[in-house]
């Protein structure tokens, strides 16, 4: 088993369609929460900020500097304080390189999948499908390869 990701920015990529994951550059400028997406190969994805918790095993994943929750069955970035941000679980299958994870939610019921090919389509948050075999495996729309960037405390 691969050791746990760290804290820093990453871009998030599906391991299915290579496609990166983030919120989108043209969005209503209300205090909705943003839906998280599979972006077109035309956008250049914004990293997302890995914040590890106390805990030692769970996160805070922030698309543009917003933390992320699954609300009604799809990743958004929460830009107020409702709903409270996820605590995710992320950890590499055995059967993945070391730079692949799956993300549950905090009680490990459910798990960030690539519903489809089709660009801006959301993120959801279901049951995730395990393979039979040992170590298990999972599915490619259900993995996703997290990228370290570089960055200077100016860009943020």
């Known amino acids: 088993m691969s050791p746990p990701l760290k804290p820093g920015h990453y871009l998030?990529?599906?391991v299915a369609t290579g496609k990166y994951i983030g919120r989108n550059s043209k969005e209503d400028r209300s205090l909705r929460p943003k839906p998280v997406l599979?972006?077109?190969?035309?956008?250049?994805?914004?990293?997302?900020?890995v914040e590890k918790l106390?805990?030692?095993?769970s996160y805070i994943l922030r698309a543009r500097g917003a933390p992320t929750a699954?609300?009604?069955g799809d990743v958004y970035a929460i830009l107020l304080d409702v709903p409270l941000p996820e605590f995710w679980k992320i950890s590499s299958p055995e059967r993945n390189p070391n730079?692949?994870?799956?993300?549950e939610t905090n009680n490990r019921t459910r798990g960030?999948?690539?519903?489809?090919?089709?660009?801006f389509i959301k993120i959801a948050v279901r049951p995730l499908i395990v393979g039979p075999s040992f170590p298990p495996f999972y599915?490619?729309?259900q993995v996703f390869k997290f990228i370290p960037v570089e960055r200077d405390d100016a860009s943020e």
């Open 12 to 14: 998030i990529q599906s």
């Open 38 to 49: 599979q972006l077109p190969d035309s956008v250049d994805p914004h990293p997302w900020i």
């Open 54 to 57: 106390p805990d030692g095993d």
């Open 70 to 72: 699954a609300v009604d």
């Open 99 to 103: 730079d692949e994870y799956i993300i």
């Open 112 to 119: 960030w999948a690539v519903p489809g090919d089709e660009d």
């Open 139 to 141: 599915p490619p729309n």
